[in-house]
DNA sequence: AATGAATGAGATTTCATTCAT
DNA sequence: GATGAATGAAATCTCATTCAT
């Protein structure tokens, strides 16, 4: 098993099996992540999966948990960037536009994440959390109206994009034209 | 018995093989549907699930083939009622806090679709028809790029009501808002 | 794997895997019994056991419960035969001395089975069944106080020879003496 | 540090294993008795238990030996107390009801020796030395054959009532008449 | 000397799929 | 055509034991 030393104290080994489980569940998804898989991805023996975690639920929870706290963390940090309304709604379209927020590979897990919260309790927090998580982001430069609007929009805009992503990338012009739209008139 | 034809004995057995795949997901995941669940689902003899079908992959996408059906007649339907442009946003305010369109069960079903489109072809390409069918249906009262626009804000806002259901329910009265500020400047 | 044709519909097989588990029980005790020496033993394939027993427990249950129902019929048919008194004494001398329900085999499983009976409840039911099965074939000659004293002489004396079966078998005579006592002195 | 003996840290860490590996034999069976188990149990590191101990097996050895010698010591200290035959046919009676010797706990694992000593020469010697153990603290008082059968009557006549102990204690009386039996009629 | 993170062998279990009936 | 008992491949998980520290 090449890449898999006998180390008496790995401290990174629990965020190797984490790191590998969504490179594992981004590929396969879910319904076709297992131990084996993950082990493989990570370079790291089988029996360090449940030596570390219970269970593969466990894996699976920690793993979007991480998924959340790197999302948000971008997230804050491109709207933490702006510092006045003209660059906040710039950077608004930019999420809704963008190509990290919009990385294929992270939306592939946030679709992984949204489907498996609704069957187990802790990723549910986690994804409940996340909204409120990016409405906190905007809420510096918009009115709370128009948070919750523009949060809707970036959610749903990115993902149909994603969706389409082989008929055209998004359309700046119009995006800002709807971002404007939504802060003029949502005071 | 010459000439008595043999008829089969329940014709709608792949539809309520269908339909108990749906709710099993549902209930469980796409991660954790099994031929068994489905068939105790059904009220079906287990062989009867391949019989009718090549493999538990055949069953998952005709049952989320069936699933964008069923939503695309609704939104379809919801939106054609309108008669003006006044109830066409109208009917886009009930989308986004529409009961229906928003039933749990619809949104837990919609993310396993969402997630399990990015690892199977076939329901990859129904997925990314389903935003195209949504804006079609608003076509008919609004500019394309308020479709654009309009779409992403109820797949996005329903979302993150859907998220926020216990702490309470949408506002209209902002959704309203929303929508006009779209429609009126996105000509 | 010889000997492990694919039947359609084999009515023993419970019984067999049953029948394996005991042997496999009494060879290497309960904490080294395992699902595929069972199937070895029961010329089965492993997939076998849990298709017809939920798990590892349930198959032990059913093996225990089997054992005491064997047990009880060869004790209450050891006791049934003796027409009067003085052969019912015969007969309790026997079941102390005797070589059948002593045979080694089957101390072996009363012993995996008093152990297991602690840490299980349907088995400790049966555990517990099996002494009042054992005093009732007795009752049918005896007071109910020489009975319950009998019954404790069987086990226990029983249970010594097994343990001493290689420094000599039982003495009749002394057993006769002691059931004679305890039977005229507890009428 | 010339001089400076090394000392043990915790001279006693043997006997807390073995005490520890008891109470786990007796709450969960040898069957489902781990090193983790045990040491969690005797408040001992993991390592510990493979330090001081080749493998788990002896462990098990080692706790079954000293727990013969316990019961060992109980049994010929309560018959070393009689200092004539009265008394020590109250003290058969005592054995037979008494809470100590018949304290569920020891019994567990006295069924739990008796089980492993059929597949561990060790144990069994040690459970076959037993029995003669036990007759011989009840030799200064009564004739060999008298001590074979109250020998197997305490031992499976305490059994008993362990089975049976929520239907009701021993009823000194009836044990007290059989003893008395035994006693006169084997001299 | 003492520890506990780490491993791999093997245990239990699940389940898609096959196929005799 | 239709069924469900049966199977085996592969999954999850457990744990005795090793060994770097």
Redesign the pocket.
Known sequence: ?AG????????R?KERIIAGALEVIAERGVHR????AIAERAS?????????F????AILEQAFLHLVATMSEYYAGRMGAARDQAEAREAVVDLVCGTEYAAPHQFVLLFEMYAYANHNEAVRSAAREWPRVSRGSLSAHFSPQACRALDALVEGWSMHWYFEREQGGPDRVVVAAAVDALVDRLP
Chains 1, 2, 3, 4 share one sequence.
């Open positions: 098993m898999a030393r006998r180390v008496a104290n790995d401290p080994r992540t297992t131990h084996r790291v023996p089988l029996g360090s999966l449940t030596y570390h219970d269970d593969l639920t």
